[in-house]
């Protein structure tokens, strides 16, 4: 039988680990994969242009540069706020998205 490679409307499983330029690792990805429902926009553009056409096992490394991901990091966004604004399940050091009653 043979393997079915991916391609539009094809749901494959991606085991997903990310690494810095340094090639420390980020973070790793759940053992079992996550589902992604290709052609669709569900991931970045230039990620499953790397994926297309690969088979099950195949192993793909995969740069991308902030304008194929989330952008540029804008230092005009990160804020510092006192830790006793955040709640009771916050620790020092912690990244937070949006800050509870901030505009």
């Known amino acids: 039988m043979e393997q079915t490679t ?3 409307d094809t749901v494959a499983w991606l085991q997903i680990d990310m690494f810095d330029l340094k090639s420390e690792e980020i973070e790793k990805g759940p053992a079992e994969g996550i589902p992604v429902l290709f052609g ?3 991931i970045f553009p230039a990620l499953e242009k790397a994926l297309l056409g690969k088979k099950e096992g195949d192993v793909v490394n995969v740069t991308l540069e902030p304008e194929d991901a989330f952008g540029e990091s804008d230092p005009e966004l990160i804020k510092a706020v006192p830790l006793n604004l955040l709640g009771d ?3 020092e050091g912690m990244r937070l998205e949006g800050v509870p009653n901030d505009p």
């Open 89 to 91: 399940n916050v620790e």
């Open 6 to 8: 991916i391609g539009p």
């Open 40 to 42: 669709h926009g569900d």
